[in-house]
């Protein structure tokens, strides 16, 4: 029912910046952006509540921030001094107005040394 589009990953060097963006086609109700790295679980990287209220994991903070545009129904994540330990499938999870969760296909970050 919701579909979920991630785009703006792709191939940096260390120290650079990458904003991705997930745009929603129905009703959100909390975003959050997870990632996975090859032999790696899925991990939360950031999650915005209804209520605007943030978090991070502690490897992000600082570096990543979270924020969304809910006229646009989209959320965002800002990740700045990119690392080699970054690199990986960042997926956009969104949970709807019924709570239920949907997940993204994914777009891929590397970050290389």
């Given at each position: 029912q919701v579909q979920?589009?991630?785009?703006?990953?792709?191939l940096v060097q260390a120290g650079a910046s990458l904003r991705l963006s997930?745009?929603?086609?129905?009703?959100?109700?909390?975003?959050?952006?997870?990632?996975q790295a090859p032999g790696k679980q899925r991990d939360l990287v950031a999650a915005i509540t209804s209520g605007g209220r943030t978090n991070y994991a502690d490897s992000v903070k600082g570096r990543f921030?979270?924020?969304r545009d809910n006229a646009k129904n989209t959320v965002y994540l800002q990740m700045n001094s990119l690392r080699p330990e970054d690199t990986a499938v960042y997926y956009c999870a969104a949970t709807s107005s019924r709570g239920i969760m949907y997940w993204g296909k994914g777009t891929l970050v590397t970050v290389s040394s």
């Open positions: 979920l589009v991630e785009s703006g990953g792709g997930c745009a929603a086609s129905g009703s959100i109700f909390s975003w959050a952006w997870y990632r921030t979270i924020s």
